[in-house]
């Protein structure tokens, strides 16, 4: 494949492998080095490769990168509710349908970002995988099988039970 194809999909997927990793593993450098180890991992197999499953197969990349880096290091950091990259802010936006002007308000939705912190961290790795795929980067379930490497029905009785646990924590944190 040329230069120029191989930086235009650079170009066109970067921002989303960074983000993926970045809600995984909650760390900016560990996500700058696992998106750059996507990528190079990615061109060596870049030839055999079409266009339209790209993303699906460059975010495999990085979950399976991701995995291997938290077996071996064992990572174990915060969500940054204030950080728009990552999936507890967005989990905390579609909480939040509305404005709150008034301070009350605004100490309300302080608690809730502290709730949906204390949440993500307790759902298991696979959960995290499965809701930020779907609800927070809005990858199709055939993508997520090809990424994940489930079967379909696997990744929507996944999805299904991350959705429940998150709602059953969120609910007992109430």
């Known amino acids: 494949m040329n230069e120029k194809i191989l930086t235009d999909l650079y170009r066109k997927h970067v921002a989303t492998v960074y983000r993926y990793l970045l809600s995984m593993c909650?760390?900016?450098?560990?996500?700058?080095d696992l998106t750059q180890e996507t990528f190079t991992r990615a061109t060596i197999y870049l030839d055999k490769l079409k266009e339209?499953?790209?993303?699906?197969?460059?975010?495999?990349?990085?979950?399976?990168?991701y995995i291997d880096r938290w077996r071996k290091e064992k990572y174990y950091l915060s969500y940054s509710l204030d950080n728009e990259s990552s999936p507890g802010h967005?989990?905390?936006?579609?909480?939040?349908?509305?404005?709150?002007?008034?301070?009350?308000?605004?100490?309300l939705r302080q608690e809730q970002r502290r709730k949906v912190k204390e949440v993500l961290e307790l759902l298991p790795e696979k959960y995290r995988t499965?809701?930020?795929?779907?609800?927070?980067f809005g990858i199709s379930y055939v993508e997520i099988?090809?990424?994940?490497?489930?079967?379909?029905?696997?990744?929507?009785?996944?999805?299904?039970q991350a959705r429940q646990r998150?709602?059953?924590?969120?609910?007992?944190?109430l």
């Open 130 to 136: 499965a809701l930020v795929l779907r609800d927070i």
């Open 90 to 107: 967005a989990i905390v936006k579609r909480l939040e349908q509305s404005v709150y002007p008034l301070p009350e308000e605004k100490l």
């Open 26 to 32: 909650r760390h900016r450098e560990t996500a700058e």
């Open 52 to 65: 339209e499953t790209f993303l699906g197969w460059l975010l495999r990349i990085a979950r399976n990168l």
């Open 166 to 173: 998150f709602r059953k924590l969120y609910n007992l944190k």
């Open 145 to 160: 099988g090809m990424i994940t490497r489930w079967s379909a029905s696997e990744v929507k009785a996944t999805i299904y």
